[in-house]
């Protein structure tokens, strides 16, 4: 299985990031922070592309895999990222699918099918038209 899900969006980076916070939203997820990456490493003098994170989560989600493991924290919250390469936009996340692996001793397989089940259609809602 592929680690990521990542699709290319005709929307400009602004929209694409715009769209990414209202399918969370509307897939009743709760957007945590946009952290714009583009501009916190032009504050340190590394400019590139742009790159955005939206940190989002899910309450009943976040706790049945707390509570089968406390560590599973450490890849929480889910990130949604949406960057610009050769000045296309892409939106792209991580498969949570594969968060089960890191954590052998516990079965999340249920919560993260889920989860990766809501992130890519909050994906594939965002890129659309």
Do not use: W
């Amino acid at each position: 299985m592929q680690l990521d899900y990542t699709v290319r969006t005709d929307k400009g980076f602004d929209q694409a990031v715009d769209a990414v916070v209202q399918a969370t939203t509307d897939a009743g997820f709760r957007v945590l922070f946009v952290h714009d990456v583009a501009a916190t490493l032009a504050e340190k003098g590394f400019d590139r592309e742009r790159v955005s994170i939206v940190e989002l989560c899910n309450a009943k989600f976040a706790s049945q895999v707390l509570a089968a493991d406390v560590k599973i924290g450490l890849m929480l919250p889910c990130p949604i990222m949406v960057y610009a390469e050769e000045g296309r936009v892409f939106i792209t996340t991580m498969r949570p699918t594969l968060i089960g692996g890191f954590f052998p001793d516990v079965d999340i397989s249920g919560v993260a099918t889920q989860v990766e089940a809501v992130l890519i259609g909050i994906i594939d809602t965002a890129a659309a038209g």
